[in-house]
């Protein structure tokens, strides 16, 4: 059976979404090496357990980096990521109920942190050899941890662990939509066949529309809104919550994202490191009015995937609210999400 032999239109797509879908990741990436996907303009930022957390934290804003990887005698030790920015203040929030919204947080919450306190270790860190395929580097990223953050980023090693490349879910996104776009060569995939049959998957499975694929594969997590009225706390326990990184945020007539309780914003995992760079940031100043991003984009059924892939491989965004017809939030999709759609399951490509 060809890909050509499974209609693509809502009314039928059934086994055939799920067999183009599972046939993706090898089709995709196949025994493209997972260095492939990662970034090349730039060298890898790295740092040392013992750093200042705050200054390990205005280095990651700055130099646009969602993860460092921790280095200890020379090898790889763990990674800083925002996720372990996020999970280490909520944790010390939670010690501290009640504290004063004038409280500058490295000088009384996060006082003294340093990058080990806050760092996640080898252990659970998404790990892999030079030249594995990058298929076999996705389903790392989504292995379980101890410590219930989740592993935003692959980092590929070489003989000696000393980091070879950071590679993101944007860097792969970026890479899908650029094998979509033809702006890939043939020699990035095993032979020009195998690199013919990735692109005819990625433009099938990519021209299918947000509304098929939430049918099909139960695509995005509830909005869960919170009020802008909130809390700091109350705004970092929510980002923390179920490993989302993200909260909604609408009006505080309503706890529903709708006409009363409209849409007004999006507090993610980079609006908090945007705020943690600063040496002087108050815990006021992570109040979710106050930390949000806004205007929100938004994506409909009617979106495709490439569509949603290119948003986020391009402009940035993690998470994009979906919404209906009334503008009422139905469901956040989040970039790993859409990266996990496609390794979710393997079958083997042509040779």
Do not use: N
């Not at 925002?82 to 109920?97: I, K, V």
């Not at 996104?173 to 033809?182: E, N």
């Not at 006409?259 to 995992?269: D, N, S, V």
């Not at 409909?300 to 939030?329: N, Q, W, Y």
């Amino acid at each position: 059976m060809s890909i050509s032999d499974f209609p693509l239109d809502a009314a039928s797509l059934d086994e055939g979404t799920h067999e183009l879908l599972g046939q993706a990741p090898t089709a995709l990436f196949g025994a493209v090496p997972s260095e492939a996907a990662g970034r090349v303009d730039r060298d890898i930022e790295i740092v040392s357990p013992d750093e200042p957390l705050q200054a390990a934290a205005s280095r990651m804003w700055w130099r646009k980096m969602g993860a460092l990887p921790v280095l200890e005698d020379g090898r790889f030790a763990g990674a800083l990521s925002e996720d372990d920015l996020l999970h280490t203040l909520a944790d010390r929030l939670r010690e501290r109920p009640g504290a004063a919204g004038d409280l500058v947080l490295w000088e009384s919450v996060l006082a003294g942190t340093t990058v080990r306190d806050a760092m996640s270790p080898r252990e659970d860190t998404a790990v892999v050899r030079a030249g594995t395929p990058l298929v076999t580097g996705i389903e790392a990223t989504f292995g379980p941890t101890r410590s219930r953050r989740r592993k935003g980023y692959l980092f590929v090693l070489d003989e000696r662990d000393v980091p070879m490349r950071v590679v993101s879910f944007r860097d792969i996104a970026r890479f899908v939509v650029r094998l979509y776009d033809g702006e890939l060569a043939p020699d990035a995939f095993a032979s020009p066949a195998h690199f013919e049959h990735a692109q005819r998957i990625a433009w099938r499975v990519l021209d299918l529309s947000l509304g098929t694929l939430r049918r099909e594969e139960s695509l995005g997590s509830p909005p869960d809104p919170l009020p802008a009225d909130a809390s700091a706390a109350d705004t970092m326990e929510r980002l923390a919550s179920r490993a989302r990184g993200y909260a909604i945020v609408v009006a505080p007539a309503g706890r529903s994202a709708a006409p009363g309780g409209a849409l007004r914003g999006i507090c993610t995992r980079r609006d908090l490191l945007r705020a943690l760079k600063s040496p002087f940031v108050t815990l006021d100043a992570l109040r979710a009015a106050r930390l949000m991003s806004e205007p929100v984009k938004t994506v409909s059924e009617v979106d495709t995937f490439c569509g949603l892939f290119k948003m986020m491989a391009i402009e940035g965004f993690r998470h994009m609210p979906l919404v209906d017809d009334a503008d009422r939030v139905e469901c956040v999709i989040s970039l790993w999400q859409g990266v996990g759609l496609l390794a979710h399951r393997q079958t083997p490509a042509p040779r």
